[in-house]
């Protein structure tokens, strides 16, 4: 996840997505007081030797809410004490973290992607090795049906989607290219492909299901399907 006060743009980091590749670009045009989340090893474009690194992930201490401080002298974690930015924050948890002029007034932008192609790219995420990769039907009846991914609550709240716009993975460069004109970037930064190393194959996800896994990712993820007009 990216605050630019540089460039009054807020960038909610959904899975699964090619959001790693966007943050690092993204990461690019961010000055010292923007806000930039742990990227987890990730390299930035300009200088392949170099490991981004997170900056101004934890609110400044003088801005904790005296519950917050005493929580986190008690152990807690900033991040569940709620005066942690991290990777995959939902919008609402944002939104009570920063100014309101923040949230209102900058473009906010997410990634969304078919949800039946991106349960295959989770798939072999999950599980790299052949090895030790159980049968897709198997993958989704089991690790989809407890941890689904939750994207949708990543840009909306209450079932509203509040990001201003949402790229479509499918149509990812020529979103971001749209998205850097929108804000003015006259040389934006090119997307890399920072962790496309998992999935063998692209394109053919169809053929990984049969009729109930179509069927159960469909119910799962519903809500992200209706809005985006998504279809097996």
């Known amino acids: 996840m990216i605050i630019s006060h540089r ?11 090619g959001s790693t590749s966007l943050e690092v670009a993204l990461a690019d045009l961010c000055g010292p007081d ?25 609110l400044p201490r003088e ?52 949800p039946w192609d991106r349960e295959v790219s ?16 198997e993958f989704v009846r089991t690790h989809t049906v407890r941890w689904p991914i939750d994207n949708f609550d990543i840009y909306t709240i209450g079932g509203r ?15 971001f290219r749209a998205v850097m004109d929108r804000l003015g970037i006259a040389d934006p930064p090119s997307l890399g492909r920072a962790r496309a190393r998992h999935r063998p194959e692209k394109g053919a996800w169809r053929h990984w299901y049969d009729a109930d896994t179509r069927d159960l990712v469909g119910r799962l993820y519903a809500r992200e399907i209706a809005a985006f007009d998504y279809a097996f």
Not at 161 to 170: G, M, N, P, S, Y
């Open 122 to 137: 989770n798939y072999f995420f999950q599980h790299p090795r052949a090895d030790d990769r159980p049968p897709f039907a």
């Open 34 to 58: 923007d806000v930039v989340t742990p990227l987890d090893g990730a390299r930035t474009r300009a200088d392949p030797d170099r490991r981004i690194n997170w900056q101004n992930h934890v």
């Open 161 to 175: 989607i509040v990001a201003d716009r949402v790229l479509r993975h499918e149509t990812l460069e020529a979103d």
């Open 63 to 114: 801005r904790w809410p005296l519950a917050a401080r005493l929580k986190v002298a008690c152990g807690m974690t900033t991040r569940r004490a709620g005066v942690e930015f991290y990777n995959h924050i939902r919008a609402d948890r944002l939104r009570r973290m920063v100014d309101p002029a923040v949230f209102d007034g900058y473009f906010k932008f997410a990634v969304e992607r078919n």
């Open 7 to 17: 460039h009054r743009f807020i960038y909610l980091k959904c899975r699964k997505v």
